[in-house]
């Protein structure tokens, strides 16, 4: 799995067991490979108004397409990228094909995911070079929480409080280092008051006005160094990752698609991507790991909540984190409301 994302970053054609040699069309560095079939994401399918396309119910499935020429990098980017849609407005007619290797195919749109490049791939393409090799079934084995493990941890004062610990995290075949940052002193007799907040470099750094992300991370800082002055205590868990799991590039993708009238769901399904793909279950290994099975969680989202209380996380209160809102993330929170469930007023 390790390779195989540092093959499709640096644009290295990937091949799964019992299935056919897949190039990544973003990032490919074979200028002559071509081949007669393209695997999208079924979202991606609808905007290119396939004729047989199917039930675009699951807007990341892949779809498997072709057309009356084959394709070639210059011909497929434009197909794979919805940014280049206004300057490149013709494209096809294409076909929908059937997907003999369907578990690979899903398995790749996945890969693509967590490479953070567009998920669109030339099947099978003649003069691309060797493929990295793998099989499906890895990607649950990287995905396993059990490979998490503590790396280190250091004393860490911080703005909001000067008696804080922090803790690193991180699986040996996985790049991301994931971190808890612990405020007061750690006790088995009151649960904490957790926040899962997942990295967004715009937000958190850059102090980005079209989310909410930088005002809640400082916000919640606050309510435990509240806590901790209490004699409480509370635990941020720093998620890397960024854009709801599709990473930065893809996300700033986003952004543009935003600018163009899309909402945010719209914009992630129109990239061929998830509207939300990030690990829950591995903030509940990070849990594991620190000893704590029982929190009271702060957030407006019922699916925080489910999947860490699947996970084995007991959740004793939910604990409303809404903050103002302003001209530039208005519609990111309504949509936040109305299309991702967020119990927001």
């Known amino acids: 799995m390790a390779r195989a994302i540092d093959a499709l970053r640096h644009g290295w054609p990937i091949a799964m067991d019992g299935g056919p040699s897949l190039l990544p069309v973003e990032t490919a560095i074979a200028a002559n490979a071509k081949a007669d079939r393209m695997l999208i994401s079924s979202a991606r399918a609808a905007t290119l108004k396939l ?17 009356a020429d084959s394709f070639d990098l210059q011909t497929a980017l434009p197909i794979a990228d919805p940014a280049l849609d206004l300057a490149n407005p013709l494209k096809g007619p294409f076909k929908a094909d059937a997907i003999d ?48 493990a503590i790396a280190t941890r250091a004393k860490l004062p911080v703005s909001a409080s000067k008696d804080a610990q922090i803790v690193a995290f991180r699986s040996a075949d996985d790049i991301r280092e994931h971190v808890a940052l612990i405020i007061g002193e750690q006790s088995s007799e009151r649960e904490p008051l957790v926040r899962l907040h997942s990295e967004c470099l715009t937000g958190d750094i850059l102090g980005s006005l079209k989310c909410d992300c930088g005002p809640q991370l400082d ?10 002055d209490k004699g409480g205590w509370g635990i941020l868990l720093y998620m890397r990752q960024e854009g709801r799991g599709i990473g930065l590039v893809n996300k700033l993708r986003a952004y543009r698609l935003q600018d163009q009238g899309f909402d945010t769901v719209d914009a992630n399904q129109r990239l061929g991507l998830p509207d939300e793909a990030r690990d829950f279950p591995l903030a509940a290994r990070m849990l594991d790991l620190l000893g704590v099975n029982a929190i009271r969680l702060m957030t407006n989202n019922p699916k925080k909540v489910a999947a860490l209380e699947a996970a084995g996380i007991t959740i004793t209160e939910r ?13 990111y929170l309504e949509t936040k409301r109305d299309r991702s469930g967020h119990l927001l007023t």
Do not use: C, K, Y
């Not at 398995?107 to 003069?127: K, S, T, W, Y």
């Open 219 to 228: 916000a919640a800082l606050a309510a435990m160094a509240d806590q901790a």
């Open 101 to 148: 290797w369907q578990d690979n195919a899903v398995a790749a749109m996945e890969l693509a995911r967590i490479a953070g490049i567009l998920p669109a791939f030339l099947v099978n393409p003649v003069d691309a070079g060797e493929a990295e090799h793998l099989a499906a079934s890895d990607l649950d084995h990287w995905s396993d929480t059990i490979n998490l």
């Open 319 to 331: 604990v409303q984190h809404q903050l103002p809102d302003n001209p530039h993330n208005r519609r």
């Open 51 to 67: 004729t047989n396309q199917r039930d675009a119910a699951a807007p990341h499935a892949p779809v498997l397409i072709r057309g």
